[in-house]
């Protein structure tokens, strides 16, 4: 019997707790969740091993989260992941980086609504 291989989402946010949530969110429909807590990380992550699905955050020490997706979509063309960004200060967002997101979360946000942006991103429904 085979098993079909899972969704792999990187997750990168510097706020511990709601990475922890998401983390258990994800997990519980069954995708594999990597959690990385700055930037730099991420970008050595995406570029070992790269994700089916991005959540960032957008205000992250070192770099935004539209820098991190920007610098993705440059190095990876084609196969960059889908985005979602989450932040709590939609006003530092510029309207040039929207464009780099499927879709933009307040925080705070509704668990449920991000997991069905999750299943639309990674084409599931």
């Known amino acids: 019997m085979h098993s079909v291989p899972r969704s792999r989402i990187l997750v990168v946010d510097d706020d511990v707790q709601i990475c922890a949530m998401l983390e258990r969110a994800l997990r519980h429909p069954g995708y594999d ?13 995406i570029v070992r091993r790269l994700p089916d699905l991005l959540i960032v955050d957008l205000m992250l020490p070192g770099m935004s989260g539209a820098e991190l997706v920007e610098s993705v979509s ?10 979602l960004l989450i932040t709590g200060a ?29 299943r639309s991103a990674l084409g599931e429904g």
């Open 74 to 83: 440059r190095s990876m063309g084609d196969k960059t992941p889908p985005a």
């Open 33 to 45: 969740v990597v959690v990385h807590h700055e930037p730099l990380a991420a970008a050595r992550e």
């Open 90 to 118: 939609p006003e530092r967002l510029r309207d040039e980086d929207r464009a780099l997101f499927a879709r933009v979360f307040t925080k705070p946000f509704r668990i449920k609504e991000l997991l069905e942006a999750v």
